[in-house]
């Protein structure tokens, strides 16, 4: 088995790299799936995220309103850090769950936003950095996500910078291109990664 850390700067394209690595064989593990899963209605993670942050930051269907936890945690590290207490041990629980479903000869991908900022980069046999500009990152954000600038550079300041994120790389996509520069560049990488699972 060869596991891949895949991480990028929000807005990056990590997510269109994920799908095609999939689409070669890899199996994906998504982070932010799993953080959505345990915090879904009637699970202890999303009990503990209320009696955290109050009632407040649940849909009146008793779903997470995940939009207003993003707007109290980013850019307060302090209530940043209370979630990521809850949530992550969640994750990484089920992450070694799924890891140890995987098939022996797999090339294993963990989809993870924030693999540099939870010091995770040592846990991988291959670190891949999905990476584009700034000004592509918050123009992504906005016209497709329809986040407003300053919620959008509020996220983009709470991760790590992209030379951080580059300085751990084994691997680095630029996805400020095309579609097909990016197919482009995940092939290789499949080429580069498969003989060695």
């Given at each position: 088995?060869?596991?891949v850390?895949?991480?990028?700067?929000?807005?990056?394209?990590?997510?269109?790299?994920?799908?095609?690595?999939?689409?070669?064989?890899?199996?994906?593990?998504?982070?932010?799936?799993?953080?959505?899963?345990?915090?879904?209605?009637?699970?202890?993670?999303?009990?503990?995220?209320?009696?955290?942050?109050?009632?407040?930051?649940?849909?009146?269907?008793?779903?997470?309103d995940?939009?207003?936890?993003?707007?109290i945690?980013?850019?307060?590290?302090?209530?940043?850090?209370?979630?990521?207490?809850?949530?992550?041990?969640?994750?990484?629980e089920?992450?070694?769950?799924?890891?140890d479903?995987?098939?022996a000869?797999?090339?294993?991908?963990?989809?993870?936003?924030l693999?540099?900022?939870?010091g995770?980069?040592?846990?991988?046999?291959?670190?891949?950095?999905?990476?584009?500009?700034?000004?592509?990152?918050?123009?992504?954000?906005?016209?497709?996500?329809?986040?407003?600038?300053?919620?959008?550079r509020?996220r983009?300041?709470?991760?790590?910078?992209?030379?951080?994120?580059?300085?751990?790389?084994?691997?680095?996509i630029d996805?400020?291109?095309?579609?097909?520069?990016?197919?482009?560049?995940?092939?290789?990488?499949?080429?580069?990664l498969?003989?060695?699972?």
């Open positions: 088995m060869l596991k850390g895949l991480t990028g700067g929000i807005g990056s394209g990590k997510s269109e790299v994920s799908a095609r690595l999939r689409e070669r064989g890899a199996v994906v593990i998504d982070a932010d799936k799993i953080a959505r899963e345990v915090v879904e209605p009637g699970t202890p993670g999303l009990a503990a995220v209320v009696a955290e942050f109050g009632e407040e930051v649940l849909l009146p269907s008793g779903v997470l995940r939009e207003k936890v993003g707007r945690v980013f850019g307060d590290p302090e209530r940043l850090a209370a979630l990521n207490a809850i949530v992550h041990p969640l994750v990484g089920r992450t070694r769950e799924l890891m479903a995987a098939p000869g797999a090339v294993v991908v963990y989809d993870v936003p693999l540099l900022e939870n995770m980069a040592e846990m991988y046999d291959e670190v891949v950095v999905v990476d584009a500009p700034e000004e592509v990152q918050l123009d992504r954000l906005v016209a497709r996500r329809g986040m407003t600038e300053e919620d959008a509020a983009m300041a709470s991760q790590a910078s992209r030379a951080e994120r580059r300085a751990v790389a084994t691997h680095v996805n400020s291109g095309t579609l097909d520069d990016l197919k482009s560049q995940v092939d290789a990488l499949w080429e580069s498969t003989p060695r699972r």
